[in-house]
């Protein structure tokens, strides 16, 4: 009876192992069907250090796939706010075969006055960003980058166009959009966050203008921080990304093509049609909003595109199994 139970503990080892054999590395590549192209979009992750090799994992499947840009929608890491920590997502942005556009999220700059992020000076830490991540305004990430239009000296709001679609970042985050309070707090603070939002909001102006001049087929837009659009105009939350919120309402309804807004922050993968027109509540049918999975769930999002169609987004969702490092 022993050397039976032995036998089947070895059995169930062999396949355990047989398993995780086959289980390795990154999943097959997907084709893109006839007529579509498809994107890539992730965010919030990796945090811990056991999601960094998920991540590597991410970056496999990536780089595996056909895909016309990996669009990353903020927070790389979520401590400490180091240049080195900066400088190991700028190595791992270039490493993929694809075009990288990155917009900044709140952990890389708003929230690193927290101890465990260092005590720095938010305004100082996004200075260091855009010097690692934007040095070359007008261009894109990656080891093929692409030419994009930039915003003056918000360069981190970028801009192309792709297959009849117009895409574009905006720099919005998380914590209050950055109105979050802290120790040494001061004016300057504020008055940035007013500055930067405002000029978010000129961004989106001027890209619904080029869309509607080029006659695209669609709107991209991608941010980190999730505005509250369920929330009441009201709410003291949904207010801090205001002109913002009132320009994307008005620009999306007199477009009426399809808009797709991708965002990161809560770290939970959803899809909707979450934006209603203040005047009368009447939703936006034109508007799909998608958010990203984010740590503990590392992974990524495919946007598949059929140009032309009524609904031209279709989304397949990729998350590293919890257990899965190699």
């Known amino acids: ?3 039976k139970r032995l036998a089947i503990l070895a059995l169930l080892l062999l396949a355990g192992i ?4 086959a289980a390795r590395g990154p999943a097959d590549p997907i084709p893109d069907p006839p007529g579509t192209f498809s ?3 992730l965010g919030d992750a990796p945090y811990y ?4 090799w998920q991540y590597r994992l991410v970056l496999d499947e990536l780089a595996a796939n056909e895909l016309a840009a990996v669009i990353h929608v903020g927070d790389i890491f979520w401590r400490p706010c180091t240049h080195e920590l900066y400088r190991r997502s700028l190595g791992w942005f270039n490493e993929l075969p694809h075009p990288v556009i990155y917009t900044p999220g709140d952990n890389e700059w708003t929230d690193c006055w927290e101890r465990g992020s260092g005590r720095h000076a938010p305004l100082e830490r996004l200075d260091r960003l855009r010097e690692v991540f934007f040095a070359e305004p007008g261009m894109s990430l990656g080891s093929r ?5 930039s915003q003056d000296e918000y360069v981190e709001n970028v801009r192309w166009r792709h297959e009849g679609l117009v895409f574009a970042t905006v720099h919005l985050v998380g914590s209050w959009n950055g109105m979050a309070g802290f120790d040494g ?5 504020d008055e940035a966050v007013v ?3 405002e000029a978010a909001a000129a961004w989106l102006r001027e890209t619904f203008a080029k869309a509607e001049s080029s006659s695209a087929e669609a709107v991209v837009l991608a941010f980190h921080g999730n505005p509250a659009f369920e929330n009441p105009v009201i709410d003291r939350y949904r207010r801090t990304y205001e002109p913002f919120l009132e320009a994307l309402e008005e620009e999306a309804e007199r477009f009426g093509k399809p808009v797709l807004l991708t965002h990161g922050d809560y770290h939970e993968y ?6 209603v027109r203040r005047s009368d509540g009447r939703r936006l049918a034109n508007v799909v909003r998608m958010q990203v999975p984010g740590s503990p769930n590392v992974g990524w999002v495919r946007v598949t595109v059929t140009p032309g169609a009524d609904e031209p987004f279709a989304f397949r969702e990729h998350v590293v199994p919890h257990w899965k490092f190699f």
């Open 145 to 149: 980058p692409i030419p994009v239009d």
């Open 195 to 197: 500055q930067r939002t």
């Open 270 to 275: 959803s899809v909707d049609r979450p934006l």
């Open 185 to 189: 707090r001061a004016r300057g603070d």
């Open 39 to 41: 994107f890539a979009v």
């Open 18 to 21: 047989a398993f995780l054999i």
């Open 49 to 52: 250090f056991f999601e960094d």
């Open 1 to 3: 009876m022993k050397f």
